[in-house]
């Protein structure tokens, strides 16, 4: 596809479970970023990568949040011992480069902690 | 830390009116600043950028503004319709050297609603 995409586009899990959110930017871009975005909100930064290492990660709310991106495409965003809190839309954005303009928006995967 | 304000939090207008939206940043050091557009449920769709260099952008019946000593920016959007009902963000990138670039720092946003 043309655009960043993200699965799944809803999920639904108990308090405690883990979760793995996955993001496909667009081919080619260098430039991964995660942002979380809760009701009522703009998106807040959770962490950037620039090829398969995270060059920021100084979003991340807490060390049950851990991303990785091993070949420098998909990009997995992993959640331990989930908490209603955690609840939020997650957005991934890529870019071509570190300095390019423009970040390009999946759709989100929506969170829902029970 | 760089805190981003949007005002109004909402609007509603007939169609056809001429609309601003406004947007504010604390830290003008910027390299650029981006207008989204977020419908129901749905991810962020680019609408203007302009660079920190860079007074406006337009784009058909937008027209997007820039005053970086200030640390504001506006958009305005002419002749109104229906289909322009959505939320507007802002977004400022940082300027300098190191990593921490990357992150779009965002404004909570402006919910619009044009009614016919």
């Known amino acids: 596809g043309a655009g960043v995409s993200q699965t799944p586009s809803n999920k639904v899990t108990e308090k405690g479970k883990y979760v793995e959110l996955r993001c496909d930017p667009i081919s080619g871009h260098t430039a991964l970023y995660w942002y979380r975005q809760s009701l009522g909100q703009g998106p807040e930064f959770l962490i950037y990568f620039q090829g398969t290492g995270a060059a920021d990660d100084s979003g991340l709310p807490n060390d049950r949040f851990f991303a990785v991106r091993p070949e420098g495409s998909v990009s997995t965003l992993k959640i331990q011992r989930t908490e209603r809190g955690d609840s939020a839309v997650y957005l991934c954005?890529?870019?071509?480069?570190?300095?390019?303009?423009?970040?390009?928006f999946g759709p989100g995967t929506r969170l829902t902690v029970t | 830390k760089q805190e981003v304000t949007q005002i109004p939090a909402a609007l509603s207008v007939p169609e056809g009116e001429n609309l601003v939206l406004n947007c504010s940043f604390t830290d003008s050091a910027i390299y650029n600043l981006q207008w989204f557009r977020q419908d129901p449920g749905k991810g962020l769709t680019s609408l203007l950028l302009i660079q920190s260099s860079q007074r406006e952008q337009t784009s058909g019946r937008l027209n997007a503004s820039l005053d970086k000593s200030s640390g504001r920016s506006t958009l305005y959007i002419a002749a109104s319709q229906p289909g322009d009902s959505a939320t507007y963000l802002c977004a400022v990138r940082r300027e300098g050297r190191g990593s921490t670039l990357g992150r779009l720092y965002f404004g909570r946003g402006t919910q619009l609603t044009v009614w016919p």
């Open positions: 954005a890529s870019s071509p480069l570190q300095s390019s303009n423009e970040q390009y």
